[in-house]
């Protein structure tokens, strides 16, 4: 049976990702990313539910660092409507609240919100479902966290403002990685990362295999080489299926260009819900 390893707990948001994509399945629980694609790699889990992008915040890069280092497949994708809820002990007043927890993107993603309630010490914490178990826990009236309606049932909390994320669409993609291929013939969306000559033109050579297949590039990103100063992997998502002969030409073309090349995954691309 297949068992899938994510970060933080029960209420989580991947938590809420994964039963999205599956419904309900055997999990394991971990406290950073790393550990999930240390579980996958050691096959305690089949499957491992990340965060990789967020549409206000940004890309996650600690992900895609660990793509790099990891030799895992990304398998499929699927993208969770994310709502950030202030939640307490008890149904106290906004002016009440001193101390709050969450993950640091819970509250990168509700900056207006803290800027209108700058009496709120924020502290940083490793998940926001952690940080709504840990002010369930403590039973401290002061304290809140940010996390999700799941999380403030899963932990008897009581939700004193609702919906204080600064963007009304956020969105938040969750990709699924396993150390095995998984084939899916309904398979659109494909990641790679390369690495390049740092000279004038290679990325436009590069970037030039799309447009001569007529090939819709979805992303791109670039995160630093570790010890080459001002030097980047490239990671970049397109639309295509490996059975696509246009596909095909272009990765070909792609990786004539590349001095580092690794092939992430194909996959189906995952919808707005």
Same mark, same amino acid.
């Given at each position: 049976?297949?068992?899938?390893?994510?970060?933080?707990?029960?209420?989580?948001?991947?938590?809420?990702?994964?039963?999205?994509?599956?419904?309900?399945?055997?999990?394991?629980?971990?406290?950073?990313?790393?550990?999930?694609?240390? #579980?996958?790699?050691?096959?305690? &889990?089949?499957?491992?539910?990340?965060?990789?992008?967020?549409?206000?915040?940004?890309?996650?890069?600690?992900?895609?660092?660990?793509?790099?280092?990891?030799?895992?497949?990304?398998?499929?994708?699927?993208?969770?409507?994310?709502?950030?809820?202030?939640?307490?002990?008890?149904?106290?007043?906004?002016?009440?609240?001193?101390?709050?927890?969450?993950?640091?993107?819970?509250?990168?993603? &509700?900056?207006?919100?803290?800027?209108?309630?700058?009496?709120? *010490?924020?502290?940083?914490?490793?998940?926001?479902?952690?940080?709504?178990?840990?002010?369930?826990?403590?039973?401290?009236?002061?304290?809140?966290?940010?996390?999700?309606?799941?999380?403030?049932?899963?932990?008897?909390? *009581?939700?004193?403002?609702?919906?204080?994320?600064?963007?009304?669409?956020?969105?938040?993609?969750?990709?699924?990685? #396993?150390?095995?291929?998984?084939?899916?013939?309904?398979?659109?969306?494909?990641?790679?990362?390369?690495?390049?000559? *740092?000279?004038?033109?290679? =990325?436009?050579?590069?970037?030039?295999?799309? /447009?001569? /297949?007529?090939?819709?590039? =979805?992303?791109?990103?670039?995160?630093?080489?570790?010890?080459?100063?001002?030097?980047?992997?490239?990671?970049?998502?397109?639309?295509?299926?490996?059975? #696509?002969?246009?596909? =095909?030409?272009?990765?070909?073309?792609?990786?004539?260009? #590349?001095?580092?090349?690794?092939?992430?995954?194909?996959?189906?691309?995952?919808?707005?819900?």
């Amino acid at each position: 049976m297949v068992k899938i390893a994510l970060q933080g707990i029960e209420g989580s948001y991947s938590y809420e990702a994964m039963l999205q994509l599956y419904g309900p399945k055997p999990y394991a629980c971990y406290d950073t990313f790393e550990s999930v694609f240390e #579980s996958v790699m050691t096959e305690q &889990c089949q499957l491992g539910i990340l965060p990789i992008e967020n549409s206000s915040t940004g890309s996650i890069s600690a992900v895609y660092d660990l793509l790099n280092q990891y030799d895992v497949q990304i398998v499929a994708e699927t993208t969770l409507r994310i709502n950030h809820n202030l939640m307490a002990i008890e149904p106290i007043s906004l002016s009440e609240v001193e101390v709050v927890y969450s993950h640091q993107q819970g509250f990168d993603q &509700c900056q207006m919100f803290f800027k209108k309630h700058e009496n709120m *010490h924020r502290i940083p914490f490793k998940n926001t479902a952690l940080s709504a178990q840990k002010v369930a826990q403590e039973k401290k009236r002061n304290q809140a966290a940010v996390a999700s309606t799941l999380a403030a049932k899963q932990f008897g909390l *009581h939700i004193i403002e609702a919906n204080i994320n600064d963007q009304v669409n956020n969105f938040t993609r969750f990709i699924i990685i #396993s150390k095995e291929v998984v084939l899916n013939p309904k398979a659109d969306k494909i990641s790679f990362q390369a690495v390049i000559n *740092h000279t004038p033109g290679s =990325l436009y050579k590069m970037l030039s295999c799309f /447009e001569t /297949e007529q090939i819709n590039l =979805l992303k791109i990103e670039s995160r630093p080489i570790r010890n080459k100063t001002w030097e980047y992997t490239f990671y970049i998502d397109f639309e295509g299926n490996l059975e #696509s002969e246009s596909t =095909l030409k272009a990765l070909d073309n792609i990786k004539r260009y #590349s001095n580092a090349f690794k092939l992430l995954g194909n996959y189906k691309m995952g919808e707005p819900v």
